[in-house]
């Protein structure tokens, strides 16, 4: 929604220190939270790192005027919202990183299953890999392409940093139903560390849980589990549903892909070359190198 006259009242940016009087933090869930709590290191599957979400509410919390941003001026919020999300789309190509750890620990499970050298095996690792790099390649695209603002700081490309939001809205979700396609539904049916620790199961699973021979049961186990827990615990939440949604819905990108796309020039071009408009080669040059300079021009207010 674009804020309106009316709407001046939450037309409000400003910067508070995260413990200022007046702000409560209540605690989120997220999927799995609780195996962190239960002891041992393998049913959370990542020991080592998880996120966490608070509901943050605000209640006459004070900010100074020298913090205060914006204060009722409609006018220049859409503005600010465009270009801080130019930054924030941009920025979630760190999802090709955690992208790069679930394509290894696919590869990992299919070697320990024996089975990497397989065809199909080979070709899925790729098709990961191919959606992950799509990512990385429109957000770093997006900055090589950005242009430098009178404050000298950098905007990334507007169209860029949108469609690669975008495609982390989806590719991620695909690169996940590919990882688990690879690790078996094992990694849903395992039992737990307490049973791999059990005097009398732990044997039990350790002999029938065994893949390849040279390969540690327990370490097959760990894998599984990481997968688990980055397409279905607590790191799927920032994996999957916080690229869905962080920095906007889908269709907030499919919105600013729509303001930015030029259909208008596109379809100027395809009709001069299909013959159809009277349009001349200059005048199309010119309304090329009209967009391309407004396009790559830097920002001046
Ligand atoms: C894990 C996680 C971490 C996050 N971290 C942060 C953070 O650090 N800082 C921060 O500011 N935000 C954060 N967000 C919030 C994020 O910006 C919002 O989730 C996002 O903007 C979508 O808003 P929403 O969740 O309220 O969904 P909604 O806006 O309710 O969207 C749900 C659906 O309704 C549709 N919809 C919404 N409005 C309309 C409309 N007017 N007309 C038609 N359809 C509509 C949407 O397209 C979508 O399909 C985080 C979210 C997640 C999930």
Known sequence: MRLEAADK??????????????????????????????????????????????????????IPNEHVFLDGEVEFAS?????????????YVCKTGVGDVLIGA????ADYNGVERASHIRDKLVEMTHLNETIYGTGIAASHQGIKMKSGAFLPDEMLANVCKHHVTRLPYEIGRLAQ??????????PSERELRHEKIGPMIEKYLKGRAEIATEDRIRILRLVENMT??????????????????????????ARSMQ?????ELAKALAGISSTTRAEIENDLSTYMARVFAPVTN
């Open 9 to 62: 009242d939450y037309a409000i940016v400003g910067a508070i220190p995260v413990d200022a009087a007046g702000i409560t933090y209540i605690y989120g869930r997220q999927s799995c939270d609780t195996r962190s709590t239960e002891g041992g290191d393998i049913d959370a599957g990542n020991a080592q790192f998880a996120g966490q979400e608070a509901m943050i509410i605000f209640e006459d919390v004070f």
């Open 232 to 257: 279905l615990g607590r790191n799927a939440v920032g994996y999957l549903t916080e690229s869905m949604h962080g920095a906007g819905s889908p269709q907030a990108q499919r919105i600013q892909i």
């Open 79 to 91: 503005t600010l919202v465009e270009r801080f999300t130019c930054y924030h789309r941009r920025s």
């Open 181 to 190: 396609d690879l690790a078996g539904g094992l990694m849903v049916t395992l």
């Open 106 to 109: 696919a590869a990992t499970i």
């Open 263 to 267: 259909i208008e020039l596109k379809k």
